[in-house]
């Protein structure tokens, strides 16, 4: 899996580059409308990638701790960080199943984990609600996500296609725990 995302950063997005910035700003808009403040906040960004949204809220946040497991993700989010004079920001190399949450339980006031394999089971969602004081923010995909070339792309690490059920464990999540 490692392999495959070293793979992915080459040509995943850039936070700053105008394809999918507009977007992803839409969707902060969308999360501060219901309630979420960015401005002045400890946030952690689990699973961050390239930090297409961990840089953007370090431009509002006092600080953000990045978490990702692969190299040359934070490689390129390092460049971008920067590239960009941000200086608020952590980075950690670490898989967020092995992130000893010890030291970090209620240490931010926001979790944040936007279409990442990184958050996968009630394990990880309690995980991330433990890191937060105040907000957890999850992003995740509904479906499954079919494409020929990501297919091949897939078979050439070894991979499997499947079914994302991170929704759906999230859902069956929070009405457990009503």
């Known amino acids: ?62 600080h953000v701790l990045c978490l990702d497991f692969s190299n040359e993700m934070l490689k390129v989010l390092k460049d971008e960080a920067k ?3 941000i200086e608020n920001i952590k980075i950690v190399k670490k898989d967020f199943s092995k992130f000893d ?11 944040f984990a936007s279409m990442t394999p990184a958050v996968k089971n009630s394990i990880d969602i309690v995980k991330m609600e433990r890191l937060s004081r105040k907000w957890c923010v999850y992003i995740g995909w509904a479906g499954k996500r079919e494409n020929r070339i990501l297919n091949e792309v897939y078979s050439l ?14 859902r069956k999540y929070l009405t457990e725990e009503k």
């Open 83 to 85: 590239k960009n004079s």
């Open 101 to 111: 949450i010890g030291d970090y339980q209620k240490k931010f006031d926001i979790s």
């Open 157 to 170: 690490f070894g991979l499997s296609h499947i079914f994302q059920r991170d929704i759906l464990i999230l």
């Open 1 to 62: 899996m490692k392999k495959y995302w070293n793979f992915k950063a080459k040509k995943y997005p850039r936070p700053f580059e105008n394809k999918g910035l507009m977007e992803r700003k839409s969707i902060i808009k969308i999360i501060e409308k219901l309630g979420v403040d960015f401005r002045n906040k400890e946030i952690i960004d689990i699973g961050c990638g390239t930090g297409v949204y961990g840089l953007i809220f370090a431009k509002k946040a006092k």
